[in-house]
């Protein structure tokens, strides 16, 4: 295939229409290997997100957090965790038994967030999974979804929650968060929601820390939580704009190249290793018009424009 036909504008796309969905997920594929994205992302061989108990189980834990912080209902939340809990083969320690324990572990954590913090409320509604979308230029847009928006009671700062699970044996974990861009983004819709211009906030995660065996006194939460502000927002657009521009640059080439990091990750081996080196049955795939519903819609460009304003007091032109 030639570079210049590589890609074709889908019929239902209306001119500069973006149509091709980016996420953190995806965003971490491009860092682990250019060719798996291609596949993944852009060639008909490329088979949806793998779907796994490790998905599952994070999936499972996040939405008895949000449940909890919302109702205080340790019922409830249990029963709306074990909904989102789908998979018939277990593995290892991720598994229904250790999904309970770790639920069970985090209520006094969550009684102490709410503590200092309550859920922020958007249109009469908690802000919970509030989704947003970022259209970035004619082909490309960013999709995220908000765990949980809160507001310090005392300060009325706001934070980002983003609920995660490991099973890192590492001492301190703090690295895994601390720079990582994803809650970042998620920050955007700050300014929507609470109606004003935010020049500070918090990022919070709440890790849900696993051991490896059943009922392991490693098992437990851990809330680690980081000052942001507007220059750190900005710096993550800009990333964002960059990493498009090495996507573009490859779809131009007509290649992605491979990468030797991304065949072996979390001791897995890659699901396309053996055959990513093969493009003669390389096909673009028919892109789905996207009817998802999102609560925040921005253009990236004028987010940039608009954060260089705030951060230095002047206008600029992208």
């Not at 925040?296 to 951060?311: K, Q, S």
Request: charge should be negative; aromatic fraction near 12%.
């Amino acid at each position: 295939m030639t570079a210049l036909s590589y890609v074709e504008r889908p019929e239902w796309a209306k001119e500069d229409e973006p149509f091709i969905r980016l996420s953190h997920s995806t965003l971490e594929t491009l860092a682990q290997c250019d060719r798996k994205f291609e596949i993944e992302k852009i060639l008909t061989l490329g088979m949806d997100r793998e779907e796994s108990v490790h998905f599952s189980f994070g999936h499972a834990y996040g939405a008895f957090v949000q449940s909890y912080l919302y109702t205080q209902s340790e019922e409830l939340s249990l029963l709306e965790g074990w909904l989102e809990y789908w998979p018939i083969i277990e593995y290892g320690v991720k598994n229904q038994e250790t999904f309970v324990d770790l639920a069970l572990k985090s209520i006094p954590l969550l009684e102490a967030i709410l503590e200092e913090w309550d859920i922020a409320y958007f249109n009469d509604q908690p802000a919970i999974e509030l989704s947003f979308r970022i259209n970035i230029d004619s082909i490309f847009y960013y999709v995220g979804y908000m765990d949980v928006v809160l507001r310090n009671k005392e300060t009325g700062q706001y934070a980002v929650l983003d609920v995660k699970t490991t099973g890192l044996q590492l001492h301190d974990i703090a690295p895994l968060y601390k720079f990582s861009g994803q809650v970042i983004g998620y920050s955007i819709a700050l300014d929507a929601i609470t109606g004003e211009e935010q020049a500070s906030y918090k990022t919070l995660y709440l890790a849900g820390r696993l051991g490896k065996t059943m009922f392991s006194d490693y098992t437990k939460p851990e809330l680690h939580a980081f000052d942001k502000g507007l220059v750190d927002r900005l710096q993550w657009f800009m990333g964002l704009l960059q990493e498009v521009r090495r996507i573009r640059t490859s779809m131009e080439l007509g290649d992605f190249p491979r990468r030797s990091s991304g065949c072996i990750m979390f001791n897995k081996t890659c699901r396309h290793y053996g055959v990513c080196h093969l493009t003669s049955q390389d096909r673009v795939r028919p892109f789905k018009a996207d009817e998802t519903e999102y609560t925040f819609v921005y253009d990236l460009n004028a987010v940039i424009e608009d954060h260089i304003h705030r951060v230095h007091g002047k206008e600029v032109t992208l």
